[in-house]
């Protein structure tokens, strides 16, 4: 599946969302205009057992893509096509760097449990330079979750302190960080947004 081609697709369509859900949805709607045969669900139920959930599965041509999303932001105003976009600080980075890398963990964990499913996709899309700008420091608590461009993720992930009681993460196979423009306005502050497309096998 060409989720790269419909990700900058969307990126001339939808610059900026209002929050997850609507980059779900949106997203959702240009992987149909681009596979018109596709079978779209949202929110599929991970597992029967526990209350977890996919964001976007998308069956086509005897495959199963599995899809996660994380949408992170900064406080930033802005006014587009006549829309109003008043979006809110998420701040608490290294939770949020932590929650990426879940995204690919969960999606590893779904691949490995549910036949003809072998590749799946976690994308982040973010105004907030924290987590593609390597970190002043590597000593900090979240290091070992820090996503920054060019990072690589792999193995067992832990807590650098006793800061928080959240599990530590394990990847089966490695990966590679890269994040790509996704817009840009002209504003004081937080007005690049990237994205990073991870390909879990």
């Known amino acids: ?15 900026v969302f209002y ?8 997203l959702a709607w240009e992987i149909q205009q681009f596979y018109p045969d596709a ?15 996919i964001d976007i599965l998308v069956r086509y041509k005897g495959n199963i893509y599995p899809i996660e999303l994380k949408y992170k932001t900064r406080k930033i105003s802005l006014y587009i ?3 109003h976009y008043n979006l809110k600080n998420h701040g608490a980075g290294d939770f949020g760097s932590y929650d990426f890398v879940k995204d690919i963990c969960r999606l590893e964990n779904f691949l490995s449990s549910l036949d003809g499913c072998n590749h ?7 105004n907030d330079s924290y987590y593609w700008n390597p970190p002043r420091r590597d000593n900090t608590g979240a290091a070992e979750f820090r996503v920054y461009d060019g990072a690589i993720k792999s193995g067992t992930l832990t807590w650098g302190n006793a ?3 959240t599990h530590a993460l394990v990847l089966n196979n490695e990966y590679v960080i890269s994040w790509s423009d996704y817009s840009k306005f002209d504003v004081k502050s937080a007005g690049i947004f990237k994205y990073a497309l991870i390909n879990v096998q």
């Not at 929050?19 to 949106?26: G, P, R, V």
């Open 39 to 53: 079978e779209i669900r949202l929110e599929y139920p991970a597992t029967m057992e526990r209350k977890e959930y």
């Open 120 to 126: 799946g996709f976690a994308l982040w899309l973010t």
């Open 19 to 26: 929050s997850e859900a609507d980059f779900q949805f949106a």
């Open 163 to 165: 800061m928080t009681n």
């Open 1 to 15: 599946m060409e989720l790269q081609r419909i990700v900058d697709l969307l990126s001339r369509k939808r610059q």
């Open 81 to 83: 096509n006549k829309e």
